[in-house]
């Protein structure tokens, strides 16, 4: 009991470290801009009470440590900022457009991982057959696709040619295939080789054979069994993963014309509208490091035995 | 005494076949791998591409031609040509120019940085260690396209915005692997021997610890080429790259974009040359990791 208690100690205080780091990170970014971060923000036509006012909102006439203090502050206040562009709550910007983004990693979260099964166990049953080349080489192809670029020809195909999708915007459940679809084709990859060589470990088991002996009906014997192996290394590629698909789908949203997170980042950088960059970035670190935290506790609780490592 | 010195000559004579024949075993190894041998040649056409540009095609990559926009595949323009009339082809080959450089740049930056904290960290331990595996964890909660896309975005456009925008966090992926090399290094025997002889630890860091990290890192450069050019080719579509003009792959998938119902060939094409790139670096590492360093593990 007492060295569960300290690894659970341990990995808390690792956790709050990590989130202030990625916090001054995120802090720092503002500064990274050559030249003055106000006047970049406000553009050429800014007069010099506007550039002074800015400059005394975002404290940004204080030293660096007092800056980020108040900032994260806020922050933890649950206020993260007035958008430089909309001139509104960076907040509600962003509780407009999170749906959306979630909506589409989420779809795609789930699209990959049973897409990935599902290769991976076909697979393996037909291993050393044409199927199972075909299965590797697709994960091949798509792991070498850039997702914004399937994304297009997926648009041009089903879009454009066949009109069987919307092409822009969101218009019900129908416009959500193509894009989740062009980020979930290049994940399902990454679960479809893990996945396959615990189906190949578990076929080769002997208790399989035994139950195949007595006459159970084998392929749900194998996919049970091989589930629960396959269980720990699909969680771990979930875990590594997740930054690619939140990232495919920042890039995804621009390609399909949403207007989610993704859109709201990119448009962001390219109006020099810092407050809004600052927060997206927090709140999309944050979500990778609970995430992370998430697959720990999923650990411990599929296999006891690495619950103290 | 002559005899000695013939034994002598004789025992340097098999340590260099032995050093040789180690060389032909991780070949013998990596050519048996079908996959490796065909990315070894993707690539090696791809060098060729961007070496021989001006010599592969008669156009030049910026010559616009008003006259001549969109036009189809043709005998003259094999893959046609964009909104400016220029020659399709023309642009993907020097744009593969422009790939190589850039993927060659950020391997380099991010590889430098990297296995030097890989060493420092597997090598001392201790605080540094501490130190070193923290800011990869911090970095490492930021996705590569997030970070890349707000720092190029800040700095500016340009070449090596790119690279630093791309390398700030690719470089925790080299230092996780180098790092684990090294403590698995630092408990061999040879290392002891050196350490119970009294060999200072910078002298021992390199001679045995780098020259025993190095398959590792070259496994580790052929792994991150295909994050490199994908993240390039991400940031030149979104507009965060190099600079329009200039003929690179993710900025010609973008402005073909617009003409996807009149000109299609143009982003197609442009995304199957960033696709086979990819593909025969995802090849060759395959192959080199099981060559060189089966101990590494994708991921």
Redesign the interface.
């Known amino acids: 009991m007492h060295g569960r208690n300290k690894y659970i100690l341990e990995k808390f205080s690792g956790i709050i470290i990590t989130m202030i780091g990625v916090s001054l990170i995120a802090f720092l970014i503002l500064h990274l801009s050559p030249g003055d971060p106000v006047r970049i923000m406000l553009g050429h036509s800014a007069t010099e009470e506007n550039i002074i006012a800015l400059r005394s909102r975002l404290n940004l006439d204080r030293p660096l440590y007092v800056q980020y203090i108040s900032w994260i502050t806020n922050v933890i206040q649950g206020d993260l900022g007035i958008s430089i562009r909309y001139n509104r709550p960076v907040i509600d910007l962003i509780r407009e457009r999170i749906g959306i983004t979630l909506l589409l990693t989420g779809t795609a979260i789930v699209l990959s991982v049973f897409g990935g099964i599902l290769t991976g166990v076909i697979s393996a049953i037909k291993r050393n057959t044409w199927i199972d080349y075909l299965g590797t080489i697709q994960t091949m192809f798509w792991i070498s696709v850039p997702p914004f670029w399937s994304g297009i020809l997926l648009l041009y195909l089903f879009g454009l040619k066949l009109r069987w999708f919307p092409i822009t915007g969101m218009v019900g459940f129908r416009s959500l295939v193509l894009p989740a679809l062009a980020l979930a084709l290049a994940q399902q990859a990454w679960f479809a080789r893990p996945m396959r060589s615990e189906m190949l470990e578990v076929i080769n088991q002997d208790y399989i054979k035994a139950a195949k002996a007595k006459g159970v009906k084998n392929s749900l014997v194998i996919f049970k069994h091989a589930m629960r192996n396959a269980l720990i290394p699909i969680v771990t590629m979930l875990a590594l993963r997740l930054p690619w698909i939140i990232g495919g789908s920042i890039v995804i949203e621009k390609v399909f014309g949403w207007s989610g997170m993704g859109s709201l980042l990119i448009n962001s950088v390219f109006a020099r509208d810092f407050p809004v960059v600052q927060a997206i970035l927090l709140i999309i670190s944050f979500a990778v490091i609970f995430a992370n935290l998430l697959a720990d506790i999923l650990y411990s609780l599929i296999d006891p035995r690495i619950r103290v490592e | 005494m002559a005899t000695d010195i013939n034994e002598i000559r004789n025992e340097i004579k098999s340590l260099k076949q032995k050093k040789n024949s180690q060389l032909s075993l991780v070949w013998l190894r990596f050519k048996k791998n079908k ?1 490796s041998v065909i990315g070894l040649i993707i690539i090696a056409i791809i060098f060729f591409t961007a070496l021989l540009a001006p010599v592969l095609t008669p156009y030049n990559p910026y010559q616009i031609d008003m006259t001549n926009r969109l036009s189809s595949p043709s005998s003259s323009n094999l893959l046609g040509t964009d909104a400016l009339g220029r020659d399709v082809l023309t642009r993907l080959i020097y744009g593969s120019r422009i790939a190589m450089l850039i993927g060659v740049l950020i391997v380099l930056f991010e590889g430098f940085i990297g296995i030097i904290f890989g060493i420092i960290s597997g090598f001392f331990g201790g605080l540094p260690d501490k130190i070193i595996m ?2 990869v ?11 890349a ?3 190029a ?4 456009q340009g070449l090596f915005n790119v690279v630093i925008a791309i390398g700030i966090v690719g470089w925790t992926t080299y230092t996780r692997m180098v790092r684990s090399k090294i403590l698995v290094i630092k408990e061999s025997e040879y290392v002891e021997n050196a350490r119970a002889i009294g060999e200072s630890t910078f002298s021992i860091v390199l001679r045995y610890v780098i020259p025993n990290a190095i398959p590792t890192a070259i496994v580790m450069v052929c792994i991150m080429m ?1 994050t490199a050019l ?1 993240a390039s ?2 940031l030149s ?4 790259g190099v600079q329009p003009p200039l003929a690179d792959w ?1 900025s010609i ?1 973008s402005s073909g ?1 617009n003409y ?2 009149e000109a ?1 060939w143009i ?2 094409s442009a ?1 199957f040359f ?3 790139t ?2 025969g670096f ?2 060759i590492g395959d192959g080199l990791r099981d060559a060189l360093d089966p101990t590494i593990k994708r ?1």
Not at chain 2, 137 to 147: A, M
Not at chain 2, 237 to 240: N, R, S, T, V, W
């Open positions: 996959l923290r800011l964890d911090i970095l490492r909660s930021f996705p590569v396209i997030v970070l896309i707000a720092i975005g800040i700095l500016g295909p994908i080719a991400t579509y979104l507009g965060l993710g998938i974009r996807m119902l299609p982003s197609t995304g960033i696709m086979f990819v593909l995802n090849f991921n």
